[in-house]
């Protein structure tokens, strides 16, 4: 009893720690930039070139660490469609977590879409599984843990994926897309594949349960904006290529506001969409979640 | 080694087409998808000529193999009895008289109300139909439960080789049709064996009729046979009259057990030739004359409970009887089904109406049913679209398509919403109720039409973005407008509405969803179109 008793708090200690280390790497100052934007390469090397920009891998990931990489897997579309983060960005990804020593990297959405479909349509099960990693399923409540956001103004607690609670490290790593309702899905949209009832956000203002979801007290080390293709209109499920543009790009940084800031002005050039018109962006500043003043920040702007 | 042959063929097959119905991941090949169509009411329906005349010449020739092995409720029966004679080691069969004049009334009711479009009653007694939904009501949720333990003992150990799925009751009246089903059924079973097949049965009447004419029997050697019954208490089907050595080939469904009864070696499954094979088993009561008339006259010799001692005065009788009962059932048929319907109709959709503001006036046909009336026409109502549907949106109908059309499947979408791009249920669907469909062909075919409630609607009550309706709207029927400042609003196009119900099952409008899909009675192909693609250049980052 005494021994198990022992090794429980021992663990705990080490959650402890773990979140400690986390937030002590967000203000580390190791990589030269605070956001890196890449364009005009294939998705994985653009993500080589912009995480060696920020000090690679092994900046974000000790070894040992259970990593779980979140993609945006919502859709039964293919590739093409732009509607899934592409999969061989995920594999990239999920390949250097192992090359920094991960332990294990999960990878996991809550689909819009039949689950089985979306994973095996988007490649993106294949590709992570090719590249090591554990693909988890996310379609019952009971894989969902309760936590509580104590600092959301609409959204107080949530049901997150085991796969994210139960993680030492997370990778957000979402599709840059129009959103018929929140009109861009970016990095703080792509939470809404964490949590298990996203009806909550829809009927309880969308834009600031986004917002409030983000608060969450795990941050995810990198926000990997996959903007390979992007998808300007009829988002976020998309209806015919017609919808989509190749506009190889790419955005990582540890600010989601910044990020997502820095991806709207991107979108904007293939279709119109003022940063105000994406509310959760202003929101998620107003939380304390970053900064959309891409002025203060160190940004890497590259081309392969 | 007949009868081996034949257990082992029946084990076989009933398993197969069982775990067919049951296999909800689409791990087993397609090709298992043969053992539904090759039963006897499904090929009718689909008019599946190649099959049905090979069960035809199966029977001619061989007698009701099918009953025996290919028919899964006959090796249902077959379990149960097993089963009976177990637990008592004592029972033994008994020969009885054939019930024909039930067999035929049943018969001729199917057939009338299958015709005045009352397929309800076929989909009840259709063996292949009733087994198939016993299957999807009562042992799916069983094997499903199997899978959902497996799942957590996996995934204990980090392993999702399994995964969970729900587990909850589809529709509560067929649950309880299966159920009566299954205990009627096994219980008749439990009792007398090939009872179910050999009174109720229609697909048993029609090969029944057929079986006497077929080319190999089980014969009795009457140089060798004692009359000492040992093969009449082994017979399930209850038709060797052991005592005048006779045996009813209208019933037997050559199942062979009395075969390795005999100690005397005196019965034999051969050929019997053509000249003997209407030779009565006493030679001296038949003329020449009476048997051409019995052939010209099947249903009268079939409505003939004594198969060889013809008594003409009987048969006119019968046939009599038959007529009246005709027309007793149709207008009994007609007095209640038709107030009854919308009577019962109107029930249906108050109860309906509490629980949600919106009041669907057609039920969704799932896609590839031509119309409404094709489906109250072809489906026997075997549940397997229900059973192998992936997003699970199919759901037995209560009276929405009036009382003929009870359990055929009707679109739901509380628990999901039909995929786009699947094709499943009109791929596995036996009798051509629901029509196979291209991905390409589903991608345009119609099932229902999108209907707004804007005053139940988000971001009209609310003012906040929502927009869940148009995000998993495959063909932007609902897509979203500008509306105050930043916001969007739904906005519907009916006329491209696949009918797939995305936004209904999504809408988080409480307590009234905002949007719905409308059934519609005759699907139609929709014409998207696509707009011109202007071809745009993004190579600035744009900050």
């Known amino acids: 009893m005494a021994l198990s008793g022992a090794a429980l708090t021992t663990i705990k200690e080490v959650d402890a720690m773990s979140i400690l280390s986390q937030s002590f790497e967000a203000t580390d100052g190791a990589s030269k930039y605070d956001l890196v934007a890449v364009l005009g390469g294939e998705p994985e090397v653009m993500f080589r070139k912009a995480i060696s920009e920020m000090g690679g891998m092994s900046n974000f990931i000790n070894r040992g660490d259970k990593v779980c990489v979140k993609p945006n897997i919502g859709w039964d579309q293919p590739v093409e469609m732009g509607a899934n983060t592409n999969p061989k960005l995920v594999a990239e990804i999920i390949k250097q977590c192992f090359d920094a020593g991960a332990s294990e990297v999960t990878v996991f959405d809550h689909s819009c879409d039949d689950w089985r479909k979306t994973y095996a349509n988007s490649g993106i099960e294949e590709a992570a599984k090719a590249a090591g990693a554990k693909v988890v399923p996310a379609h019952q409540e009971s894989y969902y843990k309760s936590v509580s956001i104590p600092n959301g103004k609409n959204l107080k607690e949530a049901k997150i994926h085991q796969a994210i609670v139960d993680s030492d490290k997370w990778i957000n790593v979402p599709i840059l897309k129009n959103h018929g309702g929140a009109q861009l899905t970016i990095s703080m949209k792509n939470y809404m594949g964490i949590v298990w009832d996203r009806g909550f956000f829809h009927a309880n203002d969308l834009q600031q349960c986004i917002a409030d979801v983000c608060t969450y007290d795990k941050r995810p080390v990198l926000n990997v904006v996959d903007a390979y293709r992007l998808m300007k209109t009829s988002g976020p499920r998309g209806r015919s290529l017609s919808d989509v543009v190749l506009s190889k790009g790419l955005f990582i940084s540890q600010d989601i506001v910044a990020v997502d800031t820095a991806a709207t002005n991107f979108f904007n050039q293939a279709r119109e969409m003022p940063l105000e018109n994406v509310t959760h962006i202003g929101k998620a500043e107003e939380l304390g979640l970053g900064t959309t003043n891409l002025e203060k920040l160190r940004i890497g702007r590259l081309r392969v | 080694m007949l009868k081996k042959i034949r257990v082992a063929l029946s084990i076989l097959l009933f398993t197969l087409i069982t775990l067919y119905f049951l296999d909800f991941r689409g791990g087993l090949p397609d090709w ?78 199917t057939v009338v109300a299958f015709i005045f479009g009352f397929t309800l009653l076929v989909g009840l007694l259709d063996p292949y139909g009733a087994y198939g939904r016993m299957v999807t009501h009562l042992l799916r949720p ?51 064996g090939r009872n179910y097949c050999n009174t109720v049965c229609p697909v048993g009447t029609i090969l029944g009729f057929l079986s006497r004419y077929s080319l190999f029997k089980v014969k009795i050697d009457e140089t060798k046979c004692n009359a000492c019954g040992l093969c009449a208490m082994k017979c399930k089907a209850s038709c060797i009259d052991a005592k005048n050595k006779r045996v009813d080939y209208s019933r037997c469904v050559t199942c062979f057990n009395c075969l390795e009864s005999c100690h005397r070696d005196a019965m034999k499954y051969k050929p019997v030739t053509p000249w003997k094979r209407y030779e009565p088993q006493k030679a001296n009561a038949l003329n020449e004359k009476t048997a051409i008339n019995n052939t010209k006259k099947p249903l009268d010799l079939l409505a003939n409970p004594a198969a060889g001692q013809p008594k003409i005065v009987n048969d006119k009788k019968s046939t009599g009887n038959l007529d009246a009962s005709k027309r007793r059932f149709l207008t009994a048929l007609l007095v209640i089904s038709l107030p009854a319907k919308e009577f019962v109709a109107k ?41 192998k549907c992936p997003s699970r949106v199919i759901k037995p109908a209560l009276l929405e398509y009036g009382l003929g059309g009870m359990m055929q499947p009707r679109l739901y979408f509380d628990r999901g919403f039909c995929n786009y791009d699947c094709t499943v249920c009109g791929d596995v669907c036996p009798t051509g109720a629901i029509l196979p469909l291209t991905k390409e062909e589903k991608n345009h075919t119609q099932a229902g039409q999108v209907q707004l409630i804007l005053e139940n609607c988000i971001v009209y009550n609310d003012e906040t973005s929502c927009g869940a309706c148009s995000e998993h709207c495959p063909t932007q029927a609902v897509r979203m407008v500008p509306y105050k400042g930043a916001l969007t609003i739904p906005e519907i196009n009916p006329e491209i509405c696949v009918g797939c119900g995305g936004c209904e099952y999504v809408c988080p409008a409480i307590p009234y969803k905002a949007i719905y899909v409308e059934g519609v009675t005759t699907q139609r192909r929709i014409t998207i179109e696509h707009e011109e693609v202007d071809e745009i250049q993004v190579d600035d980052f744009g900050f």
């Open chain 2, 347 to 387: 029930i249906g959709s108050e109860t309906r109406l509490s629980r949600r503001a919106f009041k669907r006036q057609t039920p969704i046909a799932p896609p590839g049913v031509p119309s409404i009336d094709h489906l109250l026409q072809k489906c026997i109502s075997c549940h397997l679209c229900v059973s």
């Open chain 2, 32 to 109: 298992l998808q043969w053992f539904t169509e090759i039963q006897f009411m499904p090929a009718l329906l689909a008019l599946n000529v190649g099959v049905l005349v090979a069960l035809l010449l199966l029977t001619l020739l061989f007698g009701r193999v099918y009953c025996s092995s290919i028919c899964p409720m006959g090796i249902y029966q077959d379990m149960v009895a097993w089963l009976s004679r177990r637990v008592n080691k004592k029972k033994r069969y008994r020969y009885s008289k054939a019930k024909n004049g039930l067999r035929i009334i049943v018969l001729a009711s």
């Open chain 2, 142 to 192: 069983a094997y499903l439960a199997g899978n959902n333990l497996l799942a957590s003992i996996f995934s204990s150990f980090n392993n999702f080789t399994f995964y969970k799925v729900n587990i909850y009751i589809v529709s509560v009246s067929s649950l309880v049709i299966a159920l009566i089903t299954l205990l009627g059924i096994g219980y008749m079973a439990w009792r007398g």
